[in-house]
């Protein structure tokens, strides 16, 4: 069992995600990087505490390799978008990717990942690579919010989300054409 953090605008929609990719074996959401021991929600939002919303993805290495994640991730938000996903913005809402420091082979990864992305996509993505410093559970109704709501906001529609990733290559998918169409598609509501 390998670990990632993950980051991409409200967790709500990134656990709610990852949680149909098969090869996760579990995740939560907390802040991540925070420069404020445990800080609740409204600090987080307050942009005080400098942490992100944050994914604590669990997954099988045998079964999903840490690349594969990396590009759903990017698929399912804007990665040149700073401070933004959707209709949320702030700070806490940056986008990004956080390893352990044990598993340092896995910012090459990271890196490679974003900078084809930015290749294929001819744009800069403002997605952080970097260890993770800390990280805090949020409380408890923040965990599984959409599975518990499923009426609840989310920026990223899963359901064609999923679908797209299915039936694109991994090339496919990150053509300018179908980074917009992607992008057209996943978006629940516009800004």
């Given at each position: 069992m390998?670990?990632?953090?993950?980051?991409?605008?409200?967790?709500?929609?990134i656990?709610?995600?990852?949680a149909?990719?098969?090869g996760?074996l579990e995740?939560?959401?907390?802040?991540?990087n925070s420069?404020?021991?445990n800080?609740?929600?409204?600090?987080?939002?307050?942009?005080?505490?400098?942490?992100?919303e944050?994914l604590?993805?669990c997954?099988?290495?045998?079964r999903l390799?840490?690349?594969?994640?990396v590009?759903?991730?990017?698929?399912?938000?804007d990665?040149s978008a700073l401070?933004?996903?959707?209709?949320d913005?702030g700070?806490q809402?940056?986008n990004?990717v956080?390893y352990?420091?044990?598993c340092g082979g896995d910012?090459?990864?990271?890196i490679?990942?974003?900078r084809?992305?930015?290749q294929r996509?001819?744009r800069k993505?403002?997605?952080?690579a970097?260890?993770?410093?800390n990280?805090?559970?949020?409380e408890p109704?923040?965990?599984?919010?959409?599975?518990?709501?499923?009426?609840?906001?989310?920026?990223?529609?899963?359901?064609?989300a999923?679908k797209?990733w299915d039936?694109?290559s991994r090339?496919d998918?990150y053509?300018?054409d179908?980074q917009n169409?992607?992008?057209?598609?996943i978006?629940?509501?516009?800004?």
């Amino acid at each position: 069992m390998r670990k990632i953090y993950l980051a991409g605008g409200c967790f709500w929609g990134i656990q709610a995600y990852f949680a149909r990719v098969s090869g996760v074996l579990e995740s939560s959401v907390g802040y991540a990087n925070s420069h404020i021991a445990n800080p609740s929600y409204e600090l987080v939002c307050s942009g005080i505490s400098g942490a992100v919303e944050a994914l604590e993805l669990c997954y099988d290495e045998k079964r999903l390799g840490l690349g594969e994640i990396v590009d759903r991730l990017l698929a399912i938000i804007d990665p040149s978008a700073l401070n933004y996903q959707g209709n949320d913005i702030g700070t806490q809402y940056r986008n990004g990717v956080y390893y352990l420091q044990e598993c340092g082979g896995d910012l090459d990864i990271i890196i490679e990942r974003i900078r084809l992305w930015e290749q294929r996509n001819a744009r800069k993505a403002a997605t952080e690579a970097m260890s993770l410093q800390n990280f805090y559970l949020a409380e408890p109704y923040h965990q599984n919010y959409l599975q518990a709501n499923p009426q609840g906001y989310c920026h990223i529609n899963i359901d064609s989300a999923l679908k797209l990733w299915d039936t694109s290559s991994r090339d496919d998918c990150y053509s300018a054409d179908m980074q917009n169409l992607n992008l057209a598609k996943i978006r629940s509501k516009e800004r």
